[in-house]
């Protein structure tokens, strides 16, 4: 069974970078075909794909959030992480990582983790 966990603060002031990282157990990032994604829900909207993290190493951007957005791994813990910089209250949200095989669409998603931006 493939299963996601998000980890991360809770709360972020204004201007700073929030980090979250999601832990994968039961499949591998790198496993072939497999792509690794972050996706937030802002309060009273729709979901809101921000990027992705191939199984060979490579990254895309939602184009409206690419200039403040990092996604990284770390193969040997089997987690991907992700940075949003200067954060406004804008970004307060759940964050969700998800899972996609052989383009199939999402399988597995974590459960998700809110995310509030406050001073």
């Known amino acids: 069974q493939v299963q996601l966990q998000e980890s991360g603060p809770g709360l972020v002031k204004p201007s700073q970078t929030l980090s979250l990282t999601c832990t994968v157990s039961?499949?591998?990032?790198?496993?072939?075909?497999?792509?690794w994604s972050w996706i937030r829900q802002p309060p009273g909207k729709g979901l809101e794909w921000m990027g992705v993290?191939?199984?060979?190493?490579?990254?895309y951007y939602s184009p409206s959030l690419k200039s403040r957005t990092s996604i990284s791994r770390d193969t040997s813990k089997n987690q991907f992480s992700l940075q949003l910089s200067s954060v406004t209250p804008d970004d307060t949200a759940v964050y969700y990582c998800?899972?996609?095989?052989?383009?199939?669409?999402?399988?597995?998603w974590g459960q998700g983790t809110q995310v509030t931006v406050s001073s």
């Open positions: 039961g499949d591998s990032i790198t496993t072939s075909y497999s792509t």
């Open positions: 998800a899972r996609e095989q052989d383009e199939n669409g999402y399988d597995y």
């Open positions: 993290t191939v199984y060979d190493g490579s990254t």
